[in-house]
């Protein structure tokens, strides 16, 4: 079967080497022009990974990430609530791993181009649309930067085209802009001293107000790991459209845990310390 995956990300790149490893014949589209390590953290649980473990990813992901080692929960004070194993140290198959967003793209993206080979990942093509033949065949059209149009045919059209999905646009003309749930995060990455056990996802705070913190890498040389963090607030109203690319403004934020000193997690630190902060409202979709 011909398969077209619209959108190289980590769900469109995940479900083409699959489809591959399967038997079918997968090309994948990508609307920018190369692929780049962007992003923060992201924490994979353990039936994602024995799922990349399938598909031969395990080693190159712990290779990137750390293994999740377990999961507590602390108040606003750093005081702890409550905490669990994670991954094999909860008796899991697989590890729970957390790694840079960009780290995880990138191992995905080398295997996607191996295994389908370099002329089945294609950059620079962006969905605008698709419809159907008479035979059942989908033939899905994009467009590249220069404004040439291209049209493909296949047996399967999967649309992982993002949040604004030009597939979902065309059914659903009158859905309208994703729904804000009465969140902003901000998020980054900070080089800092390990915490806890060096392996340990936290979660302080409360409903209005959180702090999420865990290293995404091994310490380096000078025993320094990048952690990933989010700093979360409620607040009522979203003003800005959503943007992953858009720059986050500490001054947003921070006074709201300048306070946040645990003795083990220097909080305010931690922010200051920020490679890049990125502004993240918290959006979606129904399903």
């Known amino acids: 079967m011909q398969v077209i995956v619209a959108g190289a990300g980590i769900g469109g790149l995940a479900a083409a080497l699959a489809l591959h490893a399967s038997g079918h014949e997968v090309t994948v589209f990508e609307a920018a022009p190369t692929i780049l390590p962007l992003g923060v953290g992201i924490n994979l649980l353990p039936h994602a990974v024995e799922v990349l473990g399938e598909l031969g990813l395990l080693e190159a992901l712990l290779s990137h990430g750390v293994a999740t080692r377990e999961l507590v929960y602390y108040n606003r004070l750093g005081q702890r609530i409550w905490g669990e194993p994670r991954g094999r140290f909860a008796g899991h198959a697989a590890p729970q791993i957390s790694v840079h967003r960009g780290a995880l793209e990138g191992v995905l993206f080398d295997a996607a181009v191996e295994r389908l080979g370099p002329d089945r990942v294609i950059c620079d093509r962006r969905l605008t649309g698709h419809h159907e033949e008479r035979e059942g065949r989908i033939v899905a059209r994009f467009l590249d930067r220069a404004g040439a149009a291209w049209e493909v045919p296949a047996d399967l059209l999967i649309c992982a085209d993002g949040i604004h999905s030009a597939a979902r646009a065309g059914l659903y003309p009158d859905e309208g802009p994703p729904i804000y749930g009465g969140h902003i995060l901000w998020r980054a990455t900070t080089m800092a001293a390990p915490f806890l056990t060096g392996a340990s996802m936290i979660i302080a705070g409360h409903h209005a107000q959180k702090f ?38 500490p001054a947003e934020f921070l006074p709201s845990f300048e306070d946040w000193r645990f003795g083990w997690l220097d909080v305010p630190a931690l922010i200051r310390g920020a490679e890049v902060i990125y502004e993240f409202p918290l959006v979606d979709r129904d399903p």
Do not use: F, H, K
């Open 212 to 249: 999420v913190a865990y290293p995404i890498s091994p310490p380096g040389p000078d025993g320094r790991q990048r952690i990933n963090w989010a700093a979360d607030l409620a607040i009522a109203r979203n003003l800005r459209r959503e943007d992953w690319n858009r720059r986050g403004d």
